[in-house]
């Protein structure tokens, strides 16, 4: 299973390296995965349920994306506020390292994944990987988080 970004600039698949068919997709806002609540199910939860509870799944892939509106849009905001303005054909830079924040927006949404009931166990037992990746847009490169080096590296 794949989770990713809705925007159309990411073909997951791709990355992947997998044929058609073979490869689950869930494409929302973001690559959001909103937090577990069972009494307010969700069509991410009821997804991911399915196809961990179903389709026995063995990897879940949460892939983020470099220009990703949702990292960017906060900082935009934070100088907008500090009075720094952009235009159309001028936009404000943005301070901070935008690679480091996009990169631990996948990793949050993999920490959320990781709290779902249907998820917990399975990877004790091994029948479960999960998997954190970047893609970047400019140079088609897909990066994968290995946690020992702390480090998104390419795959």
């Known amino acids: ?24 997709e869930l ?54 506020a500090s009075g720094i303005t952009e235009s159309d054909d001028d936009p404000a830079p943005l301070t901070g390292d935008v690679t480091a924040a996009a990169h631990w927006h996948v990793l949050k949404q993999l920490d959320v994944l990781s709290n779902y009931p249907c998820v917990v166990p399975r990877p004790a037992d091994r029948s479960l990987h999960l998997h954190a990746w970047f893609h970047e847009i400019d140079t088609g490169a897909t990066l994968a988080h290995h946690t020992r080096a702390s480090s998104f590296l390419t795959l």
């Open 27 to 80: 494409r929302t806002y973001a690559g959001v995965i909103p937090p577990y609540d069972a009494m307010t199910p969700t069509g991410e939860s009821r997804t991911v349920e399915y196809a961990v509870d179903e389709l026995k799944v063995s990897d879940i892939i949460v892939c983020g994306h470099s220009d990703c509106g949702v990292v960017t849009a906060p900082m935009h905001d934070s100088l907008a």
């Open 1 to 24: 299973m794949l989770i990713s970004c809705s925007d159309a600039r990411v073909v997951p698949a791709r990355g992947a390296r997998v044929r058609v068919g073979d490869l689950f």
